[in-house]
């Protein structure tokens, strides 16, 4: 370990943290542009060595998902935070219209903050989403407080170390980018062993950032990890990865680190934000569904199991049915058939096939789909998990492989099914980070009022109806993080949020909302053939907002 370059890259950002606390907007805004414009002209090489390090074709479906999660996702954000400045810039705060703005059936405010333009109206027919504040915040208090960093004394500067996570491109720089544009803080950024083969790509987009002092990156090890969240100039940590490293780097490992969180005697007292994963819960409401619907949400709820083999923190974990609903079966028919059509994938991340032996233990009904080669896991749904089985390991761990479990509620019409649901993922489920909820339009339509309480009830920090709550990373204008409540102590999923790129205070959760189907498919879909077409226009129109890029992607599009 070369303590020796990390503590200078410390003291070198220790050094310049007063400066970029109080640095010109109007600079800043500078940086953001740089690193937007980085992050396009990266895109190619760093897609093509994701798809190497992942064992995958560039060209694929699956090579889409890189694109997808990597530079698409980053270049968005970087875009619509960068609005937020300028019209911080222009007229003192970000635009909000009034009619945006509701009063929810409990009182509390949503802000309608998607779709963000014309464009997005265009890309994303149907879809809508709202950031819901917590209780108590005023309209007055919104106003006042949303982009407050930019437009207050700024307060001392700070120096923020990220731990990046191992397994989606974006992540990491975007945390990095929360920590510098929306908290005013220098960032240290520690690149994951899985995924340091980004460094190179962040340090070219980054490069402004880095070249004055305002950014940084770090490799190596757990060992490295160590040394710098101990490190005295390090004063704000944030993680993203699993609940047993927060406890690893507050408590410590071992039994003494079981001895001093029980207790809640940190080894670490410092500012720690996180995003930590969750067993995804996705909500099926019993309903009449159409053949083609049935072949369209098996595809969807499979495309959540198996995007990026299955390593993600907001993949379908438990899906929840009504044991009554007659068309149950046949979904899980449908869902295994099109997992039998989706190519197998390397179990690239560390502790895969550990975490997936022991949920097979803990469930032999497990149906695999496809062989069990050296490196490489079958797809696998785990059908009929007794809901009373409070400890089955499929409820309490996040598989993070290529696996998801079904729970039947005995709850046979709409509204009592969804009740149960809500209370079976509040109080049985680990984790508060994403929830989908699948629902035809027309139990919708009986549903009325019923479906926003149970929205309202769910205790998640992005909630997605019909649609994979990943949406909520990707929008950018969502804020992406845990429900608010957790402890160092009771981590969860997490504290904090990240990628809000209006800036708002005190959020509740994002919640996003989308057609029962869509026609053609959507591209994210791991069955759209033309899935890397579509994401390499894509970038076009989310990072130079180039309008040529669209009769390209709609023909793309059509041929998924």
Request: a neutral charge; glycine letters at 8%; one cysteine or more.
């Amino acid at each position: 370990m070369d303590t020796h370059t990390l503590d200078r890259e410390l003291a070198t950002l220790a050094a310049n943290k007063e400066r970029w606390a109080r640095l010109a907007l109007a600079e800043k805004i500078l940086y953001l542009r740089d690193a937007l414009e980085g992050t396009v002209r990266v895109a190619q090489a760093q897609v093509a060595a994701a798809c190497a390090a992942k064992g995958i074709a560039m060209d694929s479906p699956q090579g889409a998902e890189e694109w997808f999660g990597g530079p698409i996702a980053q270049a968005r954000v970087l875009r619509l935070l960068l609005r937020t400045l300028r019209q911080i810039q222009e007229y003192g705060a970000p635009l909000l219209p009034a009619r945006r703005i509701r009063a929810r059936a409990s009182g509390a405010l949503a802000v309608e903050v998607f779709p963000a333009d014309l464009l997005d109206r265009l890309l994303y027919r149907g879809f809508s989403a709202e950031v819901w504040m917590q209780p108590g915040v005023t309209r007055e208090e919104l106003m006042a407080n949303t982009g407050a960093l930019h437009r207050r004394p700024a307060p001392p500067g700070r120096l923020a170390l990220v731990l990046g996570a191992g397994n989606v491109a974006s992540i990491g720089p975007l945390d990095a980018v929360h920590k510098l544009f929306a908290e005013g803080q220098v960032v240290l950024l520690k690149l994951h062993e899985v995924n340091a083969y980004l460094g190179p790509f962040i340090e070219e987009a980054f490069a402004a950032l880095i070249t004055d002092g305002f950014l940084a990156t770090a490799y190596g090890g757990p060992e490295v990890g160590a040394y710098l969240v101990a490190h005295p100039q390090v004063e704000e940590i944030h993680i993203t990865g699993s609940d047993r490293t927060h406890d690893a780097i507050v408590y410590g490992s071992g039994e003494e680190g079981r001895r001093r969180k029980a207790e809640d005697r940190p080894l670490i007292t410092k500012r720690i934000t996180s995003e930590l994963g969750n067993v995804g819960p996705v909500i099926i409401v019993p309903g009449r569904w159409s053949h083609r619907e049935l072949a369209f949400h098996a595809e969807n709820i499979a495309t959540q199991i198996v995007n990026n083999a299955g390593f993600n923190c907001n993949a379908a974990r438990v899906l929840l049915t009504s044991a009554q609903w007659p068309q149950r079966q046949d979904l899980l028919a449908a869902i295994t058939a099109v997992l039998g059509r989706i190519p197998q994938r390397p179990a690239y991340y560390p502790g895969a096939e550990a975490r997936f032996d022991a949920l097979l233990a803990a469930n032999p009904q497990a149906i695999q789909v496809g062989k069990r080669q050296e490196g490489v896991l079958p797809w696998t749904v785990i059908p009929g998990v007794p809901a009373h089985d409070f400890d089955n390991p499929c409820f309490t761990t996040e598989a993070f492989c290529s696996l998801a479990a079904e729970t039947p509620l005995p709850a046979g019409d709409a509204p009592t099914f969804l009740d149960a649901a809500v209370d079976f993922a509040n109080s049985r489920l680990w984790g508060t980070l994403n929830a989908c909820v699948i629902v035809d339009p027309r139990t919708r339509q009986q549903l009325g009022d019923h479906l926003e309480r149970a929205v309202e009830q769910l205790r998640y920090g992005t909630v997605a109806l019909n649609h994979w709550p990943a949406m909520g990373f990707a929008l950018g204008v969502t804020t992406w993080g845990a429900y608010p409540g957790h402890t160092r102590q009771q981590i969860a999923s997490g504290i904090g949020v990240v990628h809000n790129t209006l800036l708002f205070e005190h959020p509740e959760k994002s919640v996003i909302d989308g057609p029962f189907t869509i026609a053609p498919k959507p591209p994210w879909f791991a069955t759209h053939a033309g899935a890397a077409a579509v994401a390499q226009q894509l970038l076009r129109l989310e990072g130079k907002r180039q309008l040529t890029a669209l009769p390209r992607l709609a023909l793309a599009a059509v041929g998924g």
